[in-house]
Structure formats: structure tokens, C-alpha cells
């Protein structure tokens, strides 16, 4: 049996089909998100890479901030509830769940059986998501993939204490013209991103195995800062941009094979 | 040979405030109580008990001083405390869990004292104390006057209060309150803010013979230890001093321009851009609303008026004290400009600062500028919004002289 | 239309329409109204002057001239009832009562009179030491210097006698109330969230009397219907309050059911009874020395965690859902141990940030979206 999850996130659209509720047939994330085509895009896509059509898949759920307006599924479930079903299934000793996306955080608690134990989000404040990376991207003059790569190589680490993005951009310009480096303020800005989001997830408890999942979760050199910061082991889901579509897909499954 | 140059009061109040927190750490050690203390509480019913004060606000002033708050308010807020409440609060449950901070180490307390004429806040902040190192709290409540004058029955209730005080701490320590040692802790305290008060006012002088920031030190002092003889005796020496000064026509500025009237709490974590801003500028912070809080003077053969004192402070007084208070301190310390602290922390003091800006201005003419801050917390300050609207200030004030508007000296 | 839904279309109109019910009341008795601020005053002592209480909750409207005396960091119900005092929303009022619930509440008022200086504003401040007899005895004088000030606005002394009189009218209209929340729990489909919340919104603008008649209608109407809460998830619901409506709506969008509330704008209005006394001061100070468990009001031995534990129990709750008030100290301040408290009684809670006026409720939705999920997978899983 088929199952079929879409994630439609602000920033991204992400599709993943499942063969009964266990193997990845297909998966594709398209960078563009609610109010596009890229969630039809994603769709074909994916359908096409798994070589069916839509008559093939028995159940689809819908999850992420564009799911309200989608038309094509048969269920839409939170992304929190996705999410934690999702890395459950990649990640069985998984217990928090860190999730930055382009325009917000949250943390999830999960039990053994992957079952919600509480959560917090943030989607009012840019610190602490993706989008604030792409701003201090743009003062220090490079790609946001780059960020990475500068902060690996910083020998002492600039603080940016600033919560607030514009305070903190104009705290960055201040150093860059001080003369600090930009590597040093490269890993400045892992940290603060680190911090930032640690505040948030602390409130639902840190218990290990601590994953972090969404596309901030690519840049190794904000996984560092969180490892450090919490003085512990943080883990990266395998393709964490999907893990929401991976739990659509599998909540899609559960109830497909009940009926 | 001994060394007979006398200390400043600069130095003395250094020394006095590492005398003072070594005398905390060692009270245990010595067999004494401990209590938590609110920063406008009628602490000689503590001292008369023998009980060390030690001042969780003035401690999380400290540890922003140096630099140390960021960590405890993580903390703070990993635990699901807001960003919303007093940073002070904020400081001071984080250190509880850490234990430790940049600014050392305060000794657990062994019951709670909270006095709330500063804030309702306050109340909530030491309900969690107590619930949280399970030990006594006495709460003394001043209630807030919607009224300039104080009610009977609000003294009334105040009195009645002082008197449950005594009979708790007698339990809590299992021994008689010490009366004798009341009245002296009362006389001592009187005669400390007195003298105070007394340092305070020399800011009238023109030019002014302190730096207004300077208070904000000497403060600990009054708020901490207001009642015993060593501060007595500190507020001599600063009088003193500040009097020598006056009489010899000294200004802590050669060329003092502008006179500032501050109201509210400094930014703790960054006093060096407030003294920076005022100095490059020849402007002295002459006067400011905070210190008077502790000019706590009262008849100390009459409970009533000790309510009433402890009452009194503006942080416990509507909107009418605040606007007469303020056009007072303008007309009497020849101040020219105000610079009012939108507090993030202090929502008593911030709800009412628009307005009042608004109608001290009209009445005195003196321009009020608002600067946005934190007293522990610094995320929400930002040196560049707080220099620019200084110097806006200034420039409002220069206009103002040109166009001889409140044209004063 | 039935009975029924006659009575609640009643209660959301009144709800709705708090200065038409003001003018109509005048119209019809030529008497005067006292507004009353949040939390917690007796509004008996305005019943027994002969004067109508209104409450003065805030509401919806664009906050823009309020903004000229509040900072953004003011809480969305001082700031709507400073925008509607400087639109001159409240000149039908004769007095206002504010009480000191917190340190916003302290300077707001004051505001208020330089907003609209011909309407007198009496403070009044409740104790924190409310259990010592010198606490009862403040509280008591406090509501005799209220009744004072009304004498003189209506030109007559407020009787021990009207006061005993209204403390038992307001006690048997809590009691009706309380009954009226627990019918609500099993009737789920017919009093949702919103309707819930009608009936207890519109008390505040309405004579008491004439309310409870209300609601005594309705509570009969109720025990004639079957229970229809079975499919519904059952919350606790605390904060302040559940506005704005669209709030509501969600929580009924979602299968919620309010099995029992600790609101501000709730049952901390009605769920303690007036003791008896001779003195019906004296009555009322012993009422605010009996009364537990909100955030506004002195809790030294923090019992709000566990009533509210208590609370899920006796009404078979599913979860609590934690409505923080943005901007609102006291329930900012009594979080982190309520969800300790809620946590270790295993029960599982959401936090959930609310402004009185709020835009978008996109982020609600998702929060609410998932606590419901996360409780009723829960509840699934334990059935399996």
C-alpha cells in the first residue's frame, strides 16, 4: 500500500511516498511553499520518482502552515504531530525534537512510543530560524550555505547578544567594522542562533536523544553551537527537511491500514 | 608611620559593599539567620532580631554589572519564566539553580521578607522563593494609594502588620523580639536618611558637586545597610565631602552645561554609556527620582509613622505625587533637561511615563526624552537608540535657550 | 427557534451589546452605573447603592490613541480600555471602581482621569495579608469607603441591610453559575465554548437578578437534553480569559469540551461563597480571605497548581489548556509551576499565548490543532 505525505511549509514544499508504512519510494523538496505551484509541483514530482500516479496512493495527509488551503489530501494533521511521528520512525531513541525552519522554531517532546508529550514554537520573532542566518548572511557578504564553512575555521567566536534580528544585524555590522573576522562572527551567529532556540526548547524539557530536524538543521556549524551550548549530544535526522512529510505519510498509513 | 589620608566616600563604599557581602557569607558560620530582603523593607525589624539582610535586587544589579545576567536569565527562561516579568526576578531564579554568578555568591536564606511599596511583582517573586527553598515568608504589605493622602485604616492595617511581624519572627527564631535593638536599628536608620537626604540635595547646588551616577553606588549603602553604624557613619563622610565641595563652588564638571534630572533605574549592565553620553556632553545628572525612595524618615517612638514612612515612597503613590514630585525636582535642582528609563522590567513606573512626560513639559518647559532599556536585562537596550536621543535631548535643551524659552540662568 | 436557543442567542446578544444594555437599564430606572475594572471587586456594594456594575473587560477595537499613553509591553485589555475611555466609550458611566490586580492596574487608572476627568475613579486596593484579621477588617473598610464615595454620587448611604441583601443575591447567582459549568461539561455540543463563555460575559453587563433568572432558565432547559460530551475532548481551561470569539470558535472547530474553567473572567468570579457574618463588610473581607488559587490575588502556599490538578480530576479532564495572557505578569509568573504541578499529576497541558485583540489566529490554530491530536492519540492508545 501507498501512503503519500505533503508538508507546505512558508519557505518549501516537501512530498515523501511511502510503501507500506515503511520503505522511502520517493521524496522531493521544492524551494518555494504555500501560495505556489510548489506544492503541486513537489506532488508530480515525487509520484513521477516513485512511478505512480495518483490513483496508486490509498491515503494522504497534509501537514505544515500551507495545509488549511490544500486541496488534494484526505486528512491534514499538525506539523507537530508529523514531525514527532516522523523522526520517531527514523530515530526510535529520539525524546527531543529541535525543528528550525526558514521562518520558525519548535521543540517537541516524545515518548518511547513517539507520542507528543509537549511543545513550544516560536513563529513571531525571526531570531533563532532560518531567517535570520540569511540576514547575517547578507551583511558578512556570502551564501547562507557558506556560514558553515566560515565558523569552522573561527578560532574565538564574536558575541552577538542581541535577540532581536535588527539589533543583532546592527550589532554585526558594529564588529565587521571594528575589525573582527568573519569567521569569528560567523560562529557569533551559530551561537546566538543556538541560544536563542535552546531558550525556546528548554520550556518542554532537553531529554536525550536530543534531534534536531528542518533545514537550518544542514548547517553543521549551528548543530556545533546547540552540542556546546547544551553539553550534550545533538543528533541530525536523516533528510530533516522531510521528517514532517515522512509523518504525514506514515499518519496517513496507520489509518489507511485500519479501514 | 600611618597612613592618615583620609578614604572617599568612593572608596570607603568599595570596600564597605565586599565587607558587607563577606558578612553575609559568614553568617551561617557565626550562627545567624539569613533573610531574603526586598529593596524598601523595613529591614530594622530584621536587625533588631540579629538577622543579615542580603538584597537578591541589589545582588542581580551586580551580577548585570558585571556582565553576568544574560546566563541566569537563560536559565530563568529555559524554565518557562517570560521575558515579559522583572529581569531582576529573572536573575535571581536563574542564580538559585546555578548557584553561582559573576558577581560571587549570596547565602541561601532562612526565611523571606517581602515588603511590596515597590511593586506587586515583588509579591510573586518571593511566593516562589518560598515555595521553591520552602522557608518562611513574612509578607508585609504596604498598600498602594490611589489617593495623595494616606488612609487610616491603610495605617491601620500597616500596624497591625508590623506587630504580626514581630510575633513571626519571634517564632521563626524562637526568641524574644529585642526592642532595644528596634529602637536603635529605627534611630540609626533615621539618622542615615536623614543624611542622605541631606547628600542627596546638595544637587541643588549649581554646579553640581557630584556625578548623579555616583548615587547609584553609594545607594547600596542606604538600601542595604540603612540602620546599622558603619552606614551612618559612610553618609557622614559623603556629606561632608559633597558639603566642601558646595561651600568651595566645585563642580564635578568644569564646564557644566546641561543639568539632567534621570528617572528610573540605570541600565546596570552598561553604566559606562550613561556616563560616557552625560560627560562628553558637560552635562551632569544632578538629579533623579530613585534615591529619594530611601529617605525613609519617621518619629521611631511611633509605629504609625513608620507605616506611613515606609508607605510613602513614589513607587507607592499615584500619578498626581509623580507629576508634583518631578516639577519640584526641576524647579529646585535648576535641572534643564529629564531623561525618563522605559524600564522593560518596571511596568509600576513605564505606564505612566507618557503622560507624564507630557504634562511635565507643559508645565515646566523642560524637554523629557524616553530611552528604552532593561535595569538587568540587555537585549532590550540598544547604545545606539540611547545616544541618539540623548543628544536629541541636549539639542532640544539648546534650542530652547536660543529661542529663551525657560530661560534659567 | 426552541427555548433554548432563544435563551442563548439572548446571553450573546447582551454579551455583544454592553453599552446598549447600559442605556436601556438607565432608560428604564433612571439610575446610575458604576464601570468595574478587572479582577476582583464586590460588586455587591454598587447593587446594594442601587447602581448597575458594569464590568469594563476591554474588548475589540484598534488600538491607536492608547498608544500615546501605553507602551507596547501593556497588556491587550488595559490598552482597549484606555482606547475606549479616550473615544469617550465610557461617558455613560457615573464612577469607576479600578482595583490594584497589578502593577499595570497601578498607573492605568490614573490615566484614565486625565483621559475623562469628569468621571470620578475610587481605587481599591485588597490585601495580601487577606486571612489576618487585620486583613478581613481592611478588606471590610475598603468596600465601606467604596459604599462612601457611591453614597455621595447618589446622594443616599448605602444600608447594612441592601448589602446583606445583594451579598445574598450574588451568592445564590454564583451558586446558579457554578451548576450552570457543570451542566455545560455534559452538554458539549450544545454549549460550546462560545455559548459557554456568553453566559458568563454577559453577566457583567446586566443586573444580577435579571441574569440569574437567565441562567435558571437555561440550566432547566439543559436537564431536559441528553449528555452530548462523549466524543468530545474535555479541558481545563485557566488564565484570564477565553476571548477573543474566534478563540472560541477554534476550541469548538477542535472537539473541545470545557469541562471546567479557571478564569479570571470564570469561575474565580463565582466558585467562592460570601460567608455570614453581621457585619456585611466584614462578610465580604472574610469571602476575599477564603478565596484560592488566582494569579491576581496573594497565594503564599502556591495552591493554584493543585486546584487546578484537582479540578482535571473531579471533571475527568483530558488536559489544560494554559491561556497566557500576553503581557500579564501575574499568570507569566505562576506558569512555570502550575506546569510543574499539571505535569507531575500526569497531565498534559498546552501553553497557549492570547491577546484580547488578536489578528491572525493562524498560530492558535496550530497549537490547538496539535494539542487535540496529542490528546486524543493518547486517549486512542490507552483504549487500544
Known amino acids: ?259 | 608611620m600611618t597612613d592618615q589620608t583620609p578614604k572617599t566616600a568612593k572608596d570607603l563604599v568599595r570596600e564597605m559593599q565586599a565587607q558587607y557581602y563577606e558578612e553575609a557569607n559568614r553568617a551561617h558560620d557565626e550562627g545567624r539567620l539569613v533573610a531574603w530582603v526586598t529593596s524598601i523593607s523595613p529591614r530594622e525589624f530584621l536587625e533588631a532580631m540579629d538577622i543579615v539582610t542580603v538584597y537578591p535586587e541589589n545582588h542581580a544589579a551586580a551580577i548585570s554589572a558585571k556582565k553576568g545576567s544574560m546566563e541566569m536569565i537563560d536559565i530563568a527562561e529555559g524554565m518557562g519564566y517570560s521575558a515579559d516579568i522583572c529581569s531582576y526576578a529573572r536573575v535571581n531564579l536563574g542564580y538559585l539553580e546555578k548557584g553561582d554568578s559573576a558577581a560571587g555568591r549570596i547565602p541561601a536564606p532562612d526565611l523571606l521578607f517581602c515588603a511590596n511599596n515597590i511593586c506587586d511583582t515583588v509579591t510573586k517573586w518571593y511566593e516562589i522563593l518560598a515555595r521553591r527553598l520552602k522557608v518562611p515568608l513574612i509578607m508585609i504589605d504596604l498598600p498602594f494609594s490611589f489617593t495623595p493622602e494616606t488612609q487610616k485604616h491603610h495605617l491601620d492595617y500597616v500596624t497591625d502588620q508590623f506587630k504580626e511581624a514581630i510575633r513571626q519572627l519571634e517564632d521563626i527564631t524562637g526568641k524574644p523580639f529585642d526592642y532595644e535593638r528596634f529602637q536603635e536599628s529605627m534611630r540609626l536608620s533615621n539618622e542615615a536618611a536623614s543624611l542622605w537626604r541631606e547628600c542627596i540635595e546638595m544637587g541643588k547646588a549649581v554646579p553640581c558637586p557630584f556625578n548623579g551616577l555616583d548615587f547609584f553606588n553609594y545607594m547600596a549603602q542606604i538600601v542595604c545597610s540603612r540602620g546599622n553604624e558603619k552606614a551612618v557613619q559612610f553618609f557622614r563622610v559623603l556629606r561632608d565631602e559633597l558639603a566642601a565641595k558646595v561651600a568651595r563652588g566645585e563642580g564635578f564638571l568644569n564646564n557644566e552645561k546641561y543639568r539632567i534630572l534621570w528617572d528610573g533605574i540605570p541600565f546596570w549592565y552598561n553604566l559606562r554609556v550613561m556616563s560616557k553620553t552625560l560627560l562628553n556632553n558637560n552635562a551632569v545628572m544632578a538629579a533623579s527620582t530613585y534615591p529619594d525612595n530611601w529617605a525613609v524618615n519617621y518619629d521611631p517612638n511611633d509605629l504609625k509613622s513608620m507605616a506611613r514612612a515606609y508607605m510613602g515612597n513614589f513607587t507607592n503613590r499615584e500619578f498626581s505625587f509623580r507629576y508634583h514630585n518631578m516639577c519640584r525636582m526641576i524647579d529646585e535642582y535648576t535641572v534643564d533637561g529629564v531623561i525618563m528609563h522605559s524600564n522593560r522590567s518596571c511596568k509600576n513606573q513605564d505606564f505612566a511615563q507618557y503622560a507624564l512626560a507630557r504634562e511635565v513639559t507643559k508645565a515646566t518647559r523642560v524637554p523629557v526624552v524616553i530611552v528604552d532599556g532593561d535595569q538587568s536585562d540587555p537585549r532590550a537596550f540598544s547604545e545606539a537608540q540611547f545616544e541618539t536621543r540623548v543628544q536629541a535631548l541636549f539639542e532640544m535643551i539648546g534650542q530652547n535657550r536660543r529661542g529663551n524659552v525657560a530661560a534659567r540662568r | 427557534m426552541s427555548r433554548m436557543q432563544k435563551l442563548l442567542s439572548d446571553f450573546e446578544y447582551i454579551a455583544h451589546h454592553p453599552a446598549q444594555m447600559l442605556q436601556q437599564w438607565k432608560a428604564a430606572t433612571g439610575g446610575k452605573a458604576v464601570g468595574i475594572m478587572p479582577i476582583h471587586c464586590a460588586e455587591e456594594v454598587v447593587y446594594a447603592a442601587g447602581m448597575l456594575p458594569i464590568g469594563m473587560w476591554g474588548g475589540q477595537t484598534t488600538i491607536s490613541r492608547a498608544n500615546e499613553y501605553l507602551q507596547a509591553f501593556c497588556c491587550s485589555i488595559m490598552k482597549a480600555v484606555m482606547e475606549f475611555s479616550l473615544s469617550g466609550a465610557y461617558k455613560n458611566l457615573d464612577a469607576i471602581i479600578c482595583p490594584e490586580t497589578c502593577d499595570t492596574l497601578r498607573p492605568v487608572p490614573l490615566m484614565l482621569r486625565l483621559s475623562d476627568p469628569d468621571t470620578p475613579v475610587i481605587g481599591l486596593v485588597l490585601p495580601d495579608n487577606r486571612k489576618l484579621q487585620a486583613g478581613i477588617e481592611f478588606t471590610a473598610n475598603e468596600y465601606r469607603n467604596i459604599a462612601g464615595q457611591l453614597a455621595k454620587i447618589t446622594g443616599k448611604p448605602v444600608t447594612d441591610e441592601a448589602l446583606h441583601a445583594s451579598i445574598e443575591l450574588y451568592n445564590r447567582h454564583h451558586m446558579v453559575m457554578m451548576d450552570f459549568y457543570a451542566l455545560a461539561a455534559e452538554h458539549g455540543d450544545v454549549i460550546t465554548p462560545y455559548y459557554r463563555h456568553q453566559v458568563v460575559k454577559s453577566s457583567f453587563f446586566i443586573p444580577k437578578d435579571r441574569h440569574l433568572a437567565l441562567v435558571e432558565g437555561l440550566t432547566a432547559e439543559l436537564r431536559k437534553l441528553p449528555q452530548t460530551s462523549e466524543k468530545r475532548l474535555r479541558v481545563v481551561v485557566t488564565g484570564i480569559m477565553t476571548e477573543p470569539d474566534e478563540l472560541l470558535i477554534l476550541l469548538d472547530e477542535f472537539g473541545f469540551v470545557i469541562a471546567a474553567d479557571d478564569l479570571a473572567q470564570g469561575s474565580r468570579q463565582f466558585r467562592t461563597p460570601t460567608p455570614a457574618d453581621p457585619d456585611p463588610y466584614i462578610r465580604l473581607g472574610k469571602r476575599f480571605a477564603d478565596f484560592e488559587g488566582c494569579s491576581c490575588v496573594s497565594d503564599p502556599l502556591k495552591l493554584r497548581g493543585k486546584i487546578l490538578a484537582d479540578m482535571v480530576r473531579t471533571r475527568q479532564a483530558d488536559g489544560v489548556i494554559v491561556l497566557i495572557m500576553k503581557f500579564c505578569d501575574p499568570e507569566e509568573y505562576d506558569y512555570p509551576y502550575i506546569k510543574k504541578d499539571i505535569e507531575d499529576a500526569g497531565i498534559p497541558h498546552l501553553y497557549l499565548e492570547i491577546e484580547q485583540q488578536m489578528d491572525s489566529l493562524g498560530q492558535c490554530r496550530t497549537r490547538l490543532q496539535a494539542f487535540a491530536e496529542l490528546i486524543s492519540r493518547r486517549k486512542w492508545l490507552v483504549a487500544k
Open chain 1, 1 to 259: 500500500m501507498y501512503t503519500l505525505g505533503i508538508d507546505i511549509g512558508s519557505a518549501s514544499s516537501k512530498v515523501v511516498v511511502l510503501a507500506d508504512g515503511q520503505q522511502i519510494v520517493a521524496k522531493k523538496v521544492i524551494p518555494v511553499g504555500t501560495g505556489t505551484s510548489g506544492p503541486q509541483r513537489a506532488f508530480e514530482c515525487a509520484l513521477h520518482e516513485a512511478g505512480l500516479t495518483s490513483e496508486n496512493i490509498a491515503r494522504q495527509v497534509v501537514t505544515g502552515y500551507g495545509r488549511m488551503t490544500y486541496a488534494g489530501a484526505d486528512e491534514q494533521i499538525s506539523e507537530i504531530t508529523c514531525h514527532a511521528r516522523g523522526v520517531h520512525f527514523l530515530m526510535p531513541k529520539a525524546r527531543t525534537i529541535i525543528d528550525i525552519g526558514g521562518q520558525d522554531a519548535k521543540a517537541i517532546s516524545i515518548d518511547e512510543l513517539g507520542l507528543v508529550v509537549n511543545f513550544v514554537m516560536n513563529e513571531k520573532c525571526a531570531a533563532g530560524t532560518g531567517r535570520f542566518l540569511e540576514v547575517m548572511a547578507r551583511v558578512l557578504e556570502c551564501d547562507v550555505q557558506d556560514l558553515e564553512k566560515l565558523s569552522a575555521k573561527a578560532d574565538q567566536p564574536v558575541l552577538v547578544s542581541s535577540t532581536c534580528t535588527v539589533f543583532a544585524e546592527s550589532e554585526v555590522i558594529s564588529h565587521l567594522a571594528a575589525g573582527q573576522n568573519r569567521q569569528n562572527i560567523a560562529a557569533g551567529i551559530h551561537q546566538s542562533v543556538a541560544r536563542r532556540v535552546l531558550s525556546l526548547a528548554r520550556r518542554v524539557g532537553l531529554l536525550p536523544e536530543v534531534v534536531m530536524t528542518g533545514g537550518v538543521a544542514l548547517n553543521q556549524g549551528v548543530v556545533l553551537a546547540m552540542a556546546e551550548e547544551l553539553k550534550m549530544a545533538v543528533g541530525v535526522a536523516p533528510f530533516p527537511q522531510i521528517t514532517g512529510a515522512i509523518g504525514a505519510a506514515l499518519l496517513a498509513y496507520e489509518k489507511a491500514s485500519r479501514s
